[in-house]
């Protein structure tokens, strides 16, 4: 399944490198857009979960659309 995740303070490329390297950490898969500011990710419910508290400790304010 495909989850899009809000994350509105996502700025710059730091940013996405930043989250990238998170979710790789934790074998998501995963695409962002920085023009959108969302986060996609392609998993199942428990991925969504700890993208959403991945992307929180990086001191972002996910939300789910």
């Known amino acids: 399944m ?3 995740i809000s994350v509105p303070d996502m700025h710059c490329g730091h940013c996405v490198a930043r989250i990238d390297n998170a ?3 934790v074998q998501i898969k995963h ?3 920085l ?3 969302v986060v996609t990710i ?3 419910e428990h991925c969504l ?3 959403l508290t991945e992307i929180e400790d990086l001191g972002f304010t ?3 659309l």
């Open 2 to 4: 495909l989850f899009k």
């Open 23 to 25: 979710l790789n950490e």
């Open 31 to 33: 695409e962002i857009s």
């Open 35 to 37: 023009e959108e500011k």
């Open 42 to 44: 392609d998993g199942c």
């Open 49 to 51: 979960k700890t993208a």
């Open 62 to 64: 996910p939300e789910k």
